[in-house]
């Protein structure tokens, strides 16, 4: 049996979740896909995860013996088939932080191999994973309104003590998702990351479109998510 602290929850579509974990022992990182799903990619679906109440910093158990990996193509070579669900540890108690801290991988620009603010990465040229860890100094981060025609949505700007900045990252964690995206709740949200000298951000990539993989943020943990 092997144990994960999830770490990214974000939905996709209506009826589908897509998460990532990672294993406790050996800090591998996982996106669970299930085999006989309909969805493409093969998500599980909301349904099943709000019935076994599944959440970020959840610690689940998953039998090794269900679990098995397709045909991998960077960049998404977290995904992994697992046949029989999981089951959540609600009595198993962990120190979530130092997971999230022995998978910083410290620079965006180089885990990514990005050299501009550019959000969008050529298939033709794919970094290795897609999914990475950032423990980002709240100093260096800004949460901001975005609107376009689609209306407002609540974006990130990030910049690395090495200058690289990044503008306008969608944020896909459906906790902050399903807030109002007003300046006033922004400005809470901003007034509540500062209360930390850092929080850990969870970036990834898309599938592919339009020949692009698109960055995105997963997930924002904060030590008030404990």
């Known amino acids: 049996m092997e144990k994960f602290l999830v770490t990214d929850i974000t939905s996709y579509g209506e009826e589908y979740v897509c998460m990532a974990m990672v294993n406790i022992q050996t800090l591998e990182c996982i996106r669970p896909l299930h085999p006989y799903s309909t969805c493409t990619p093969k998500f ?54 130092d997971i999230l801290e022995r998978t910083d991988c410290k620079s965006i620009a180089t885990c990514f191999d990005m050299t501009t603010g550019d959000r969008t990465l050529s298939v033709y040229n794919p970094p290795e994973k897609s999914i990475i860890t950032i423990k980002a100094p709240t100093e260096n981060i800004l949460l901001c309104v975005h609107a376009n ?26 906790r902050i998702k399903s807030m109002p995206a007003t300046q006033d709740k922004v400005n809470d949200l901003n007034k509540h990351i500062r209360k930390y000298k850092y929080i850990f951000i969870r970036f990834g990539l898309t599938r592919e479109y339009q020949e692009k993989y698109w960055l995105q943020i997963n997930t924002l943990v904060t030590p008030h998510d404990r």
């Open 44 to 97: 599980f679906k909301k349904d099943y995860m709000e019935k076994i109440n599944v959440h970020i910093l959840s610690v689940v158990e998953v039998d090794s013996a269900n679990m098995s990996y397709p045909k991998q193509k960077k960049p998404h070579i977290e995904d992994c088939y697992i046949r029989s669900g999981f089951t959540v540890l609600t009595d198993y108690h962990i120190h979530p932080f």
């Open 149 to 174: 025609e689609k209306g407002n949505s609540i974006r990130l700007r990030y910049k690395e003590k090495n200058g690289f900045c990044l503008t306008n990252i969608p944020i896909a964690d459906n």
